[in-house]
């Protein structure tokens, strides 16, 4: 319908809990205006702030909280490689 929207990231929580919808009603060279629209919120990953979309093709990033009992090695090794 001739309309442009534009997504950002909503920064609560940890790193991000969702996207906000703002459709942009104004937009030139000494003006902008953007009316909120809706907010996409998500129980189970945290950090959504790209959506992009190309033909037939629509792709978002995100991470999930997962437990590792090797968090801490992964971690680790890589700072004293650089120590030494």
């Known amino acids: 319908n001739n309309k442009i929207y534009r997504l950002g990231q909503i920064n609560t929580g940890e790193y991000g809990n969702g996207l906000s919808v703002q459709e942009i009603t104004e937009i030139s060279s000494s003006d902008y205006e953007e009316k909120f629209i809706k907010e996409i919120k998500f129980d189970t990953v945290s950090g959504p702030h790209t959506l992009d979309t190309f033909e037939e093709e629509t792709v ?14 992964r971690r680790l090794v890589p700072l004293l490689l650089k120590r030494f």
């Not at 978002?60 to 090695?73: I, L, Q, R």
């Open 60 to 73: 978002m990033d995100f991470y999930e909280t997962k437990f590792s009992f090797f968090a801490w090695y």
